[in-house]
């Protein structure tokens, strides 16, 4: 079964650090570019980051850039994202989505995603 | 990068067709063929439904397609169902190495 499984997400002050982390199973997550995407409470989507399949290219959001960091473990089949200097425009849910295609990262769309871990800055 | 443009609501009744837009520039829809569409139910994650434009992922019904022309693209969804009725977000890569977001449409099924 394709899946993947977000944790690290809690209620965390101005000016902190958190690090998400994502499991995957089920797939060759070795081939695999995976973003995370953030919803607001109430809100839309909005897109967090990506990391290609062997971590080599990285690209970020101008609203995250220079705080956040991507990074994956191929070896532990995961995903992290470190997350510092943490503000309130940050809370969210945070979700880890793979790319639909092998070695692919903006093409073929986020075809498996997890289930949220909710990140609160206050 | 500023959100794709969408409608904010559009609704209709069972077995009738809708058409949701989605609005950019030639730095991102009107630039690539990487236009997705997701569905999100209330407290659920989003599901893929259109990538590349036009291309149904396996197990995604036939009712749904997708188009673009110019800076805009279109998801319809033809047949409607109750089941259809949820949030959608289109997204494009964009000129910059980003992805951007629709600011999402609300479909009512009446």
């Known amino acids: 079964q394709v899946q993947l499984v977000e944790s690290g997400g809690g209620v965390v002050q101005p000016g902190r650090s958190l690090r998400l982390s994502c499991a995957a199973s089920?797939?060759?997550?070795?081939?695999?570019?995976v973003h995370w995407v953030r919803q607001a409470p109430g809100k839309g989507l909005e897109w967090v980051a990506v990391i290609s399949y062997d971590g080599s290219d990285k690209y970020y959001a101008d609203s995250v850039k220079g705080r956040f960091t991507i990074s994956r473990d191929t070896s532990k089949n995961t995903l992290y994202l470190q997350m510092n200097s943490l503000r309130a425009e940050d809370t969210a849910v945070y979700y880890c989505a793979k790319s639909g295609g092998n070695y692919a990262l903006f093409y073929y769309g986020m075809d498996v995603w997890g289930q949220g871990t909710t990140v609160t800055v206050s | 990068q500023s959100a794709l443009t969408q409608p904010a609501s559009v609704s209709g009744s069972p077995g009738q067709s809708i058409t949701i837009s989605c609005t950019g520039t030639s730095s991102d829809v009107g630039g690539y063929k990487y236009v997705s569409w997701y569905q999100q139910h209330p407290g659920k994650a989003p599901k893929l439904m259109i990538y590349d434009v036009s291309n149904r992922p396996s197990g995604v019904s036939n009712r749904f397609s997708g188009s673009k022309s110019g800076n805009t693209a279109s998801l319809t969804i033809s047949g409607l169902q109750a089941e259809d009725e949820a949030d959608y977000y289109c997204?494009?890569?964009?000129?910059?190495?980003?992805?951007?977001f629709g600011g999402g449409t609300k479909l009512t099924v009446l």
């Open positions: 997204s494009s890569y964009t000129s910059s190495s980003t992805l951007v």
């Open positions: 089920g797939f060759t997550f070795s081939s695999s570019g």
